[in-house]
């Protein structure tokens, strides 16, 4: 499969450039290896067409929702702000459901059945830029040090307790 800053891309997927940007920042997922991209652009009246949507799947058979797609939108939707759309509904759970929309558009139990195999995520190319910086200045925050050793004892401490108990 061909991959975006690596991401595996499923064969035949077109992509725009915003939609590439959109990877690039799914590519901060820590277990991004479960995650792969099944579609982006498509000849349809809604984002994907507008060249502004992906499509994210995670194995699994047919609608199952695996645990993957469940880890993959709950560590999506900390950045939920950054999307338009955000459409994913646990298969084992359906009240287990993480989903935003454009106003106009319903959360229809057909709407919701479509995407318990994948996750939907849309956003504009200026939130997009600052959902990258967002996760790059994050990715950049150095650990703590770990703490400073305790000094091992010195042979002027008994000293000092002599002297007081003197
Ligand atoms: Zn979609």
């Known amino acids: ?3 975006v800053a690596g991401v595996s ?3 035949g997927v077109q992509l725009t450039g915003v939609q590439q940007t959109l990877i690039r920042a799914v590519a ?3 277990n991004l290896p479960q995650v792969y991209v099944t579609s982006g652009l498509r000849d349809t009246s809604d984002y994907h067409g507008r060249g502004w949507a992906a499509d ?3 194995g699994g058979v047919g609608r199952t929702t695996s645990p993957r797609g469940v880890a993959f939108a709950q560590w999506m939707w900390q950045y939920r702000n950054y999307f ?3 459409i994913h509904r646990n298969a084992f759970n359906r009240s287990q ?3 935003k929309l454009r106003p106009g558009r319903t959360a229809s139990e057909s709407l919701l059945l479509a995407h318990e195999n994948h996750i939907h995520l849309a956003a504009t190319p200026e939130s997009l830029a600052l959902l990258l910086q967002h996760l790059e200045r994050q990715a950049r ?3 703590l040090p770990p703490p400073a050793p305790i000094p091992a004892p010195t042979d002027s401490l ?3 307790i002599h002297f007081l108990r003197g």
């Open 158 to 160: 008994p000293t000092a």
């Open 84 to 86: 338009l759309e955000f």
């Open 1 to 3: 499969m061909p991959t």
């Open 56 to 58: 994210f799947g995670f």
């Open 97 to 99: 459901r993480w989903v």
């Open 28 to 30: 901060y997922y820590p």
């Open 9 to 11: 891309v499923r064969t």
């Open 141 to 143: 925050v150095v650990p």
